[in-house]
């Protein structure tokens, strides 16, 4: 079955008639969930079920569930957690990829139960004077090479628990202090200069097997156009960071690229782009998507295919052992 070059929302927490219609047609490469999707814990599990059978095969399910203020799921049936930066913060260097993978090896356990089979985690940026707000206090240091050990244990925890990572946001979106949900942010720091910093993360996670471009000018690079939509950073991503796993842009609707929405994804999967992710369940902008999107390329397939099997690894854990230890770490204050 040839799929589509594309990873969607939905507008709720059923399917409508047209979105059901629309996904049978096109049958997306997966789903991503958001808040307005998060019912009850059989309310989620009977959307994850119903994505599933409308794309007609075993589709990842995506969502953002880093903790902090980026945690899709909420309420009684869901561990509130702290963010990132705020958890590692409260325990010695040495225990905080322990932490984090236990953190993440918990989440991986209560998203899979409910369908869910891929967290956008780790988030490799490294955090700066100039990092913006909205992104700071989900980074996990300001140390790349710590960064990157951290990184790897949520990543491993994710992937003990059956869940599939997305590295994020590829190659760095920490050195700007802009939001490219609402702007363009650009980075100007020199290329030896990136290399020191955000470049040496990515590069240390580059075996990972999904991950999602940053919507950021790197002006050593590419000084117009952002790395999602720029085939001088793609590549630079793929021969020099050496990224090989499956390449999604981050949210193709967001404000950060300009231009029609058709214009924006023939840009992001010439760039070379495997697929494009958009978020907002929005069925007019998502046929656009599809239309311009249309099949994964053979050389994509091999790699959703590639990151699929990476949650064979999936281990069973005591859950109550695990949540003790986490507990019994972080009572050791720095």
């Known amino acids: 079955m040839r799929l589509g070059a594309c990873i969607f929302g939905c507008s709720g927490k059923r399917l ?39 794309a ?13 203020r980026v945690q899709r799921l909420r309420g009684a049936e ?13 325990v010695d260097t040495l225990l905080r990829p322990r932490l984090m993978w236990l953190r993440y090896r918990m989440i991986a356990h209560e998203l899979a139960g409910v369908g869910i ?36 244990a949520v990543a491993d925890g994710t992937i003990a628990g059956g ?20 702007e363009i942010p650009v980075n100007l720091k020199s290329l030896e200069q990136l290399e020191q910093s955000e470049f040496q993360a990515f590069r240390a996670l580059n075996d990972l097997p ?32 050496g990224f090989d796993g499956l390449l999604m842009t981050d949210d193709i609707s967001m ?26 369940g929005d069925l007019s902008e998502m046929r656009k998507v599809a239309g311009m999107a249309g099949k994964m390329t053979a050389e994509a397939r091999v790699r959703l295919d590639g990151a699929l099997r990476a949650i064979d690894r999936t281990s069973a854990a005591d859950m109550r052992a695990l949540s003790d230890e986490f507990a019994d770490i972080t009572k050791v204050l720095t």
Not at 136 to 149: F, L, Q
Not at 255 to 280: F, I, W, Y
Request: charged share 25%; hydrophobic share 40%; with cysteine.
């Open 163 to 182: 869940v599939l990572p997305v590295l994020k946001h590829i190659p760095g979106h920490g050195g700007t202090g802009s939001d490219s949900h609402v």
């Open 255 to 280: 404000s950060a690229l300009a231009g029609p929405m058709e214009e924006r994804v023939a840009a992001a999967l010439e760039s070379g782009c495997d697929a494009v992710l958009h978020c907002n």
């Open 16 to 54: 409508l008639e047209s979105e059901r219609e629309f996904f049978e047609q096109v049958r997306p490469l997966g789903f991503i969930l958001f808040d307005r999707n998060a019912g009850t814990v059989d309310e989620i599990r009977d959307l994850t079920s119903e994505l599933r059978s409308a």
């Open 210 to 241: 999904m991950g999602m471009t940053a919507h950021v000018v790197y002006k050593s690079l590419d000084a117009k156009r952002p790395a999602t939509v720029s085939p001088v950073v793609i590549e630079y991503i793929r021969d020099e960071i």
């Open 56 to 68: 007609g095969h075993d589709a990842p399910v995506l969502t953002d569930h880093e903790g902090g």
């Open 78 to 90: 869901w561990r509130e957690w702290p963010p990132a930066l705020d958890e590692c913060a409260m």
């Open 117 to 152: 089979t891929g967290n956008c985690v780790p988030l490799a940026d490294v955090a700066n004077g100039d990092t913006h707000a909205v992104l700071r206090n989900r980074c996990y240091g300001s140390n790349p090479a710590e960064v990157a050990r951290i990184a790897r």
